[in-house]
Nanobody, 119 residues
C-alpha cells in the first residue's frame, strides 16, 4: 500500500509564497505521474499541476507563471512552489500519485494540507 504525506501548508498574505511537499512511501512499483489538486467547500477537486515520470508538466491556467512543480523520482517526492499567492488560491491541497503496475493504474491520495491566503 502506498501512503502520501503532505507538508508545508499554512497562512500567508496575498503576494506571499509557500512550498508544499509530498513524500510517497510504501511499495511503489512505478510512478506514472505525481501532482497536486485543490478543493474548496462545495466545489469539486481540481487539478493544479502534475508532473509525469518523464518530466512533462501540466499547470492549471490560473497558476501558470506563479506555481512550479518539481519531483525527485529517486526519493518519491513532489513539491509545489507557490509564489504570488492570491486569496482565490485558498483551498485544501492534496497530493496525488498515479502508480502503474503491470499495465494497471492505481490512484493514491494524501490527506490534504490547508493553504489560506489572507491579509
Amino acid at each position: 500500500q502506498v501512503q502520501l504525506k503532505e507538508s508545508g501548508g499554512g497562512l500567508v498574505q496575498p503576494g506571499g509564497s509557500l512550498r508544499l511537499s509530498c513524500i510517497a512511501s510504501g511499495s511503489i512499483f512505478a510512478i506514472n505521474r505525481m501532482g497536486w489538486y485543490r478543493q474548496t467547500p462545495g466545489n469539486e477537486r481540481e487539478l493544479v499541476a502534475n508532473i509525469r515520470s518523464g518530466g512533462e508538466t501540466y499547470y492549471l491556467n490560473s497558476v501558470k507563471g506563479r506555481f512550479t512543480i518539481s519531483a525527485d523520482n529517486a526519493k518519491n517526492t513532489v513539491d509545489l512552489q507557490m509564489n504570488g499567492l492570491k486569496p482565490e488560491d485558498t483551498a485544501v491541497y492534496y497530493c496525488n500519485l498515479l502508480e502503474e503496475r503491470w499495465g494497471t493504474l492505481y490512484d493514491y491520495w494524501g490527506r490534504g494540507t490547508q493553504v489560506t491566503v489572507s491579509s
